[in-house]
Nanobody, 128 residues
Framework: QLQLVESGGGLVQAGDSLRLSCAAS????????MGWFRQFPGKKREFVAA????????FYADSVKGRVTISRGNAKNTIFLQMNSPRPEDTAVYFC?????????????????????WGRGTQVTVSS
């Protein structure tokens, strides 16, 4: 069973940078998409960013575009979310997710229901 483990969350001040990591314990495949979602208190999880297996394809939510960067490690089973100048409104629990497809899918999914594996989440708190 594939497991995803997030790390790197914590308390940061607005304007500081923060990098989240997610490591997949099992094998990843070339059709896998990985992504980040976040959840505000009392709200449903929302899409943040996604990345294809090669790392060349990325997609961002409008709310974070230009402020975060998703990337993939050389081993392909690790992804990162670099948050530059986070804002207090970015305070949330951040989840890593993996979508497994049998064939290559060009479009990166932003839908929570499309993802097959989830981490437990890491809290990010941005103070003003």
């Amino acid at each position: 069973q594939l497991q995803l483990v997030e790390s790197g969350g914590g308390l940061v001040q607005a304007g500081d940078s923060l990098r989240l990591s997610c490591a997949a314990s099992g094998r990843t495949f070339s059709n896998d998409t990985m992504g980040w979602f976040r959840q505000f208190p009392g709200k449903k999880r929302e899409f943040v960013a996604a990345i294809g297996w090669s790392g060349r394809s990325t997609f961002y939510a409008d709310s974070v575009k230009g402020r975060v960067t998703i990337s993939r490690g050389n081993a392909k089973n690790t992804i990162f979310l670099q948050m530059n100048s986070p804002r207090p409104e970015d305070t949330a629990v951040y989840f890593c997710a993996l979508k497994r497809d049998d064939v290559y899918v060009y479009a990166l999914s932003i839908s929570e229901g499309d993802y097959d594996y989830w981490g437990r989440g890491t809290q990010v708190t941005v103070s003003s």
